[in-house]
Structures are given as C-alpha cells and as structure tokens.
C-alpha cells in the first residue's frame, strides 16, 4: 500500500513539472514510475554484482534490507531525472505569441514614442 503512494507522488511531480513546461504530462508522469523501478533494478544488479567480486554475503529475503536499498536508490534515480529534465527544459524557453497574424506587427504603445 505505501508503495502505490510512492508511485502516486512520483508521477504527481513529474506530472507537474510536465505542465509548467507544456510537455506532454502523462508522458512523464509514466516515465517516472518506469525510472524508479529501473533505478531499483540497476543498483540491486549493481550490489549482485559487487557480492559476487568482492564475495560479501547479501541476504536477498530480507525485506527490510532489500526495502533500505531500493527506496533510496529509486528516489535518488527519480530526483536526478527530474533535475535533468528541468534543467534541460528550462533552457529552452519558449516564447509565446498572441496569435500567428499579430507577428511582425508593431506594438500600438511602441510608435507612440
């Protein structure tokens, strides 16, 4: 149960990052849940990996071991889309017109001077 809160607060920020930059919302929303659990997957591939070098033992039916490894692994890859997404975003700022028949008009106030 406080997994699917995890997810419904993952997708809740993307989904409004989504919408301050007018990207496609859902998009994001789904990409960032799909990132969470990607997140997890590497890092618990990553310690595998690393256990089976360096020969340290892993209990792998912990839960309480595999959750303390998963949460900040999952937040941490989340946060670090989000960033990326945000600072790749905001560096193309898009300026929005009026409408497509108001361009290379001048602006009434403009010529008054």
Known sequence: MLGLLFIYFIGKYFYKLAEEYKQNKWLFAILSIV???AGTAIVGAIIGILSLIFGFHVDWNDELLM???????????????????????QGKVQIETESIDSIGKEDDNASDS
């Open 67 to 89: 959750v303390l490894i998963a949460l900040p692994s999952g937040f941490g890859s989340c946060w670090l889309f989000y960033y990326l997404l945000k600072r790749n975003w």
């Open 35 to 37: 990132v969470y659990y």
